[in-house]
């Protein structure tokens, strides 16, 4: 009978290690899948983090489409704004020199009326004065006669004049 218990007890001993030992292969089958896990979910990262790089690429593109738009609206609202600048300061300009124009035609007008107002004031004047210091002159002298002209007859060219009293 020892030899029987003996033999019981090596297989009580070997199936307590096959216990073990199957305790053990199933946390090592444990463990690989966990890395097998853990190895497609290091593929799924990689993945995905290559997908995040794609995305921040596909983003700088677009934030630099839109920037570069937004620049070269700016820049065409800047032409627009110095345009409207630029015709608004000729409107100006140009509103200045009619008023200018009109004003130069309303003191040419003036100078013109002043001017045509003066000869016929002076004219009217000196035919006044004309008149009158010939009247004067001739109540004056009311017995004079002058005359002026060649003689002819005498050869000599001088002139004569005559004065009667």
């Known amino acids: 009978m020892s030899l029987r218990n003996e033999l019981r007890g090596d297989i009580e001993g070997l199936r307590e290690q096959i216990?073990?030992?199957?305790?053990?292969?199933?946390?090592?089958?444990?463990?690989?899948?966990?890395?097998?896990?853990?190895?497609?979910?290091s593929d799924?990262?990689?993945?995905l983090r290559k997908r995040i790089t794609e995305l921040e690429i596909e983003e700088a593109k677009k934030t630099e489409a839109f920037d570069r738009e937004k620049r070269e609206v700016e820049h065409m609202v800047g032409l627009e704004r110095r345009r409207a600048d630029f015709e608004r300061e000729a409107a100006i300009r140009e509103a200045e020199l009619s008023v200018r124009e009109q004003n130069l035609a309303a003191v040419q007008e003036n100078l013109q009326k002043?001017?045509?107002?003066?000869?016929?004031?002076?004219?009217?004047?000196?035919?006044?004065?004309?008149?009158?210091?010939?009247?004067?002159?001739?109540?004056a002298l009311p017995n004079v006669n002058v005359e002026l002209g060649r003689q002819f007859g005498n050869g000599n060219g001088k002139?004569?004049?005559?004065?009667?009293a």
């Open 19 to 41: 216990e073990v030992l199957e305790r053990e292969v199933r946390k090592l089958v444990q463990q690989r899948d966990d890395l097998q896990t853990e190895a497609g979910l």
């Open 159 to 164: 002139d004569k004049a005559d004065v009667e």
């Open 44 to 47: 799924t990262i990689i993945s």
């Open 114 to 139: 002043q001017i045509d107002f003066m000869v016929e004031r002076f004219t009217e004047e000196v035919g006044y004065l004309k008149t009158e210091v010939l009247a004067v002159v001739i109540k």
